[in-house]
């Protein structure tokens, strides 16, 4: 099996779980990359349903190694609390799990920051963020003086000092930006502590890892958080978060070269959302977005949020097939659109009253677009019994073409249904 990666293709949600969840079994190793708690991967199985957030969904089969790697955003308490969730619902969560020892943590003040900062802010500056402290602990890893990363907890001395140097500094900041007293250093040492010693069996140099594993001839995959339009730098900055979780980051954030990655299957909706505050040209404000939100349950899988609803997006898409090296598509929820007389397809981008060339990198402009849209028949039939593209009303099977032709990529993968088996393969 070649070495795969699951990018999102949109602003996250697009279903990449489901799809992980599909290929997973078919691989030596899934490895996390980015991001952090910030994810909610949705898994359904049978009747159950499995939300993970920093888990990869490899996970729910045993014998795929499953490695939260050296990008992500690690908060124990987050991760802990999963495991045991996992477990107690009678999935093996063991040797199965390596966690790398050059994470970087999300410790308590990341989180209260994050929260603070959001509070605060209005305008330009507020962002939306899930709070989850994904910012702050990103930020602190690249000033160096305030990053801690996974491995370095079990040196308690060198730990416990530049903690509490740590925690000193930003209960200044907090006193003085937002009148709040801060954290306690010696509570937040006991409970790393705590958590460290019971994650120890887990942690390894997954850089090591998975650079031997590539040697020998394992299969990885690689699956993303998040989507390419929130990607830090080629995403809808500053309406992003704070990781490279486009295709482009997975390299980075798995320590493994830019030539492991064989293959990239890039995961879209077949319409848009987005959670948080930045510009999204196909947003819907009418009952069709209500519509789109009510049978998609587009609600946040870590916030619950309301998700925002749109078109789908073919010039974002085609901008996300690029920078990804997208080889091939996989088309979710796209039952969720059974119903609609009509639906929209955004061709194009008018910004004072010229078509623009490429997908702009300033998110004013981006806000002031006007979109163009290609008009496509819809169908009336519910399609979650599906199964090939053939059983699929004409018109559902000419929306995908036309996605198939405006983003120059075959669609390989169509989702009918949030069910493991409500899943086209073609
Ligand atoms: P942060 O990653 O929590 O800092 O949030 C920054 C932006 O990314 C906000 O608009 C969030 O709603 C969005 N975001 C972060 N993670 C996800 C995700 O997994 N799915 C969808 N949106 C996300």
Redesign the pocket.
């Known amino acids: 099996m070649a070495n795969n990666c699951v990018i999102?293709l949109q602003?996250?949600?697009e279903g990449k779980g489901k799809i992980v969840d599909a290929l997973a079994s078919a691989h030596d190793i899934v490895v996390r990359y980015c991001?952090?708690a910030?994810?909610?991967?949705s898994v359904t199985v049978g009747p159950e349903r499995f939300a993970l957030h920093l888990i990869p969904s490899g996970i729910l089969f045993e014998q795929v190694l499953c490695v939260i790697g050296t990008g992500v955003a690690l908060d124990l308490e987050v991760l802990t609390a999963e495991i045991d969730a996992l477990q107690a619902r009678g999935v093996k969560v063991d040797q199965n799990l390596k966690i790398s020892d050059r994470a970087h943590l999300v410790l308590p003040y990341h989180k209260l920051e994050?929260e603070l900062a959001e509070q605060s802010s209005s305008g330009p500056t507020k962002?939306?963020?899930?709070?989850?402290?994904?910012?702050p602990c990103y930020s602190d890893r690249a000033s160096r003086r305030m990053g801690i990363r996974f491995g370095q907890v079990y040196q308690p001395d060198s730990f416990r000092e530049k903690l509490g140097q740590i925690v000193e500094q930003k209960n200044k900041i907090f006193q003085a930006l937002y009148a709040n007293q801060g954290l306690d250093a010696d509570q937040i040492f006991q409970s790393v502590q705590k958590l460290a010693q019971r994650l120890r069996p887990h942690v390894v140099d997954s850089t090591a890892l998975l650079n031997d594993a590539l040697e020998q001839g394992r299969s990885i995959l690689f699956e993303g958080?998040?989507?390419c339009l929130?990607d830090l730098d080629h995403g809808t900055y500053p309406?992003?978060?704070?990781?490279n979780?486009s295709a482009l980051g997975a390299p980075a954030g798995a320590g493994v070269s830019f030539r492991a990655l064989d293959n990239v299957i890039g995961v879209l909706k077949a319409y848009c959302?987005?959670?948080?505050?930045?510009p999204f040209p196909s947003e819907l404000h009418d009952s069709t977005a209500e519509y789109i939100r009510e049978r998609g349950h587009e609600y946040?899988?870590?916030?619950g949020?309301p998700?925002r609803c749109g078109w789908f997006d073919a010039v974002a898409g085609r901008y996300a097939c690029r920078i990804n090296a997208v080889d091939s598509l996989a088309i979710m929820l796209l039952d969720v659109l059974s119903g609609l007389d009509e639906i929209n397809i955004v061709t194009a981008y008018r910004y004072k009253g010229r078509q623009l060339e490429s997908f702009p990198a300033d998110s004013e402009v981006l806000a002031q677009v006007e979109p163009v849209c290609e008009t496509l028949p819809g169908w009336a039939e519910e399609i979650d019994h599906c199964r090939s593209i053939s059983e699929l009303p004409a018109n559902a099977q000419k929306y995908l073409a036309r996605i198939e032709q405006l983003l120059s990529r075959p669609v390989k993968i169509v989702s009918v249904g949030p069910d493991r088996e409500a899943t086209i393969y073609i």
């Open positions: 999102g602003w996250g949600d991001g952090g910030n994810a909610g991967h994050d962002l939306g963020t899930t709070k989850r402290g994904i910012g958080a998040q989507g929130l309406y992003v978060t704070s990781s979780c959302t987005r959670v948080g505050e930045g946040g899988t870590t916030t949020r998700r």
